[in-house]
């Protein structure tokens, strides 16, 4: 008995395994007697990551380099994007820079008013690092 699993049927703890079908246990409740087998379960992804990934993507960021710098699949982001139908803004002359820089690395990126001054930005966490992304301003 597997007391891990439950009959999804009954709820019951008592199943016993009963063969393999197409590579996966299947099992049996003794108080119901249902068959099933267990899906496997996919990893799950924190959402904040999720939330990560869109906004990378919302800023020009590339599906590989949004894998690079969040760890995560550029397949999985592409289908992210996908699911929830996020569209990027039309703009072909907007192209983001951005850089990865530890606390005191954006502490002192701050510190030369040059870097800031008239320029657009958005700092988000990655980790323990930060992403700092900007743009020129347009002038008129």
Not at 5 to 15: A, E, H, L, R, V
Not at 61 to 78: A, D, K, M, P, W
Not at 82 to 109: A, C, D, F, G, M
Request: hydrophobic letters at 35%.
């Amino acid at each position: 008995m597997d007391v891990a699993k439950k009959c999804p049927k009954c709820n019951s703890f008592s199943i016993i395994k009963s063969g393999v079908i197409k590579g996966k246990q299947r099992y049996k409740c003794k108080e119901c007697l249902y068959f099933f087998t267990v899906d496997k379960i996919g990893k799950e992804i924190d959402n904040y990551f999720v939330v990560k990934a869109l906004q990378l993507y919302l800023e020009g960021v590339s599906f590989r380099e949004s894998e690079r710098i969040l760890g995560i699949s550029h397949v999985t982001i592409s289908n992210w994007v996908k699911r929830y139908n996020i569209q990027r803004p039309v703009n072909t002359t907007y192209h983001p820079t951005y850089k990865i820089l530890s606390e005191k690395e954006l502490h002192e990126y701050f510190e030369n008013r040059e870097n800031v001054k008239g320029k657009g930005m958005i700092i988000t966490e990655v980790g323990d690092k930060f992403m700092l992304i900007k743009w020129d301003r347009f002038k008129d």
